[in-house]
Nanobody
């Protein structure tokens, strides 16, 4: 059974940084393009960053130049380094597949950017 466990969120001031981690299990991790999604209150979930099994990345325009996605296939883990955080980055962040389908969603990790 696929399990996704996100961690690393928290409260940070504008301009600050956080590094999110997602530990995946129950699948052959390096077969899948993985992504970080976020959902702010009252808004739909959106894909903000994705990475293929061999490391090619894509970003939403809203985070380009500030966020960096990476993965460690040996540890079945995907990361999101978030720099220059803005209040509009406040959301619940999730990881999941970023290709033709998604697995069940984990609990997510809350990121709050506020002074």
């Amino acid at each position: 059974q696929v399990q996704l466990v996100e961690s690393g969120g928290g409260l940070v001031q504008p301009g600050g940084s956080l590094r999110l981690s997602c530990a995946a299990s129950g699948m052959i991790f390096n077969l899948y393009r993985m992504g970080w999604y976020r959902q702010a209150p009252g808004k739909e979930r959106e894909l903000v960053a994705a990475i293929t099994s061999y490391g090619s990345t894509n970003y939403a325009d809203s985070v380009k130049g500030r966020f960096t996605i990476s993965r460690d296939n040996a540890k079945n883990t995907v990361y999101l380094q978030m720099n220059s955080l803005k209040p509009e980055d406040t959301a619940l962040y999730y990881c999941n597949r970023a290709d033709s389908s998604t697995w069940g969603w984990g609990q997510g990790t809350q990121v709050t950017v506020s002074s």
